[in-house]
């Protein structure tokens, strides 16, 4: 089980997606979900430092993965989300995401991402994207220290 998940509580595990209703309540539940994981992993960048934290068991093995499935892949830049969700991108993201369908909980549970690393999650700066995705960008990110200025700022230091 992942730090974040640890704090923010379990997902249940009974839920079917293939089986439930698209109803108005389960949408707000997912979305009620994924803004307590953002602002989980907000209070933990502010008490400890990206580039110490471990968000994973296996983060070394999804960084190196995402370095070979997406060799062009800058931790620094702002991600374009039309690029992601394209035809190609969501291909190549799946195929990334299915390596981890055994590996980590929740694999493709839907989480909020910010496009960059230098802003804080606002409407205009965050995206919905499968947890895997989330997972593979703030490890590059964490492991470059580009969050380290969260809990600088948070902490009056820098």
């Known amino acids: 089980m992942d730090e974040i998940t640890k704090m923010s509580g379990p997902v249940p595990q009974n839920f079917n997606a293939d089986k439930a209703d698209n ?15 953002l602002e989980t992993y907000w209070a933990v960048l502010e008490k400890v430092k990206g580039s110490s934290l471990r968000l994973t068991k296996i983060d070394d093995d999804i960084l190196a993965h995402l370095k070979i499935a997406f060799p062009d892949f800058d ?40 496009t960059s690393p230098k802003v804080e999650y606002e409407q205009d700066t965050t995206i919905f994207v499968p947890r895997m995705q989330f997972y593979a960008v703030e490890i590059a990110r964490n492991r470059a220290g580009l969050n380290d200025w969260i809990y600088e700022k948070a902490n009056g230091s820098k």
């Open 23 to 37: 109803l108005q309540d389960i949408e707000k539940q997912f979305a009620v979900k994924a803004v307590q994981h």
């Open 75 to 114: 931790p620094n830049e702002t991600i374009n989300e039309d690029d992601m969700k394209s035809k190609a991108g969501k291909e190549q993201w799946r195929k990334f995401m299915m390596a981890y369908e055994n590996k980590v909980d929740d694999y493709n549970f839907g989480t909020m991402l910010r």
